[in-house]
């Protein structure tokens, strides 16, 4: 299976089974959201030196995550074991039973049965070596259960990008809103400080010309939202552009999540209207799910 490139989600499962004659092998690997690609290898002692071959064919399906694997391998194929005699040992005690035997002028037969369930006398060896056959099924079930993990990846990653898409154009009917709104904050502050104005050339009111000049500058500052709204316009074509790209994307995702937030409360604070403040918090309800997805994707 080759890996297609896609949005793919940082949580998955894969499952593979193997048997041959003398051994059956489970392979199970479970994917959790990490900042990096972790890899995590629970295995038989005497399959310890795949460890490195295993993680490069993990590596092939999985970019970011964290990635435990467990191995579970039963059957007599599993280790070879054999039974080690100690005979100089053996031959000791032999001699101290004779040697007792003549000094107590005893019939007693030799306890051999004893003797070979003496750990010091009898011991089992058991060895690491690992057959072609064995090896062979081992990186088949990992590659196995590599693609599954990849293929649920894959369904969730495609679930994630469909989410999100409907959320960008949410926020993009938000945008237009706004855009309808902003001359109305034009004018709210053009007014107010048109105002401000009269009152003091009619002699209404003292004003200090130094906090009239301010009064300017802020309505020149916070009377236009459509630089905000022209940048989260961009932000969201690039969002969904990158949402098509073939590579890594939950990285430079989550950087435009934090942008378009950062636009987002500067109108919010920008404009000290009701409907405008609605539409703000409704906007940062839909980037608050979009983070949310964006911390799932690889």
Not at 204 to 224: G, M, P, Q, W
Request: glycine letters at 4%; aromatic letters at 6%.
């Amino acid at each position: 299976m080759d890996v297609i490139e896609m949005v793919m989600s940082m949580t998955g499962y894969g499952r593979s089974q193997k048997e041959n004659e003398h051994s059956r092998l489970t392979v199970e690997m479970r994917a959790v959201n990490h900042r990096f690609c972790e890899i995590n290898i629970r295995m038989p002692r005497q399959l310890f030196f795949l460890e490195d071959r295993m993680k490069k064919c993990i590596s092939h399906y999985v970019n970011r995550g964290k990635i435990d694997v467990f191995l579970n391998l039963q059957g007599e194929g599993t280790m070879k074991r054999s039974l080690t005699i100690d005979w100089n040992l053996f031959h000791e005690y032999y001699q101290l039973y004779e040697e007792m035997t003549e000094m107590t002028v005893s019939s007693e037969a030799f306890p051999l049965d004893k003797l070979l369930i003496h750990e010091d006398v009898v011991s089992v060896q058991e060895s690491d070596e690992v057959t072609e056959d064995l090896e062979s099924m081992v990186l088949k079930a990992v590659k196995e259960a590599a693609e599954q993990l990849s293929k649920m990846r894959q369904q969730e990653g495609s679930a994630l990008k469909g989410d999100m898409k409907e959320r960008l154009q949410r926020l993009t009917a938000y945008v237009q809103q706004l855009r309808g709104l902003a001359p109305e904050v034009q004018d709210l502050y053009r007014d107010r400080l048109m105002k401000k104005v009269d009152d003091f050339l009619a002699g209404r009111a003292e004003i200090d010309e130094t906090r009239l000049l301010t009064e300017v500058a802020v309505y020149a500052d916070k009377s236009d939202i459509n630089e905000e709204l022209t940048r989260i316009d961009s932000h969201i074509t690039q969002f969904n552009d990158i949402l098509e790209e073939s590579s890594v994307v939950g990285r430079k995702l989550d950087f435009l999540v934090q942008e378009l937030n950062r636009e987002a409360n500067t109108i919010g604070s920008k404009a000290n209207h009701l409907d405008i403040s609605q539409i703000v918090v409704n906007m940062k309800a839909e980037l608050e799910k979009i983070r949310e997805q964006v911390q799932n994707v690889e």
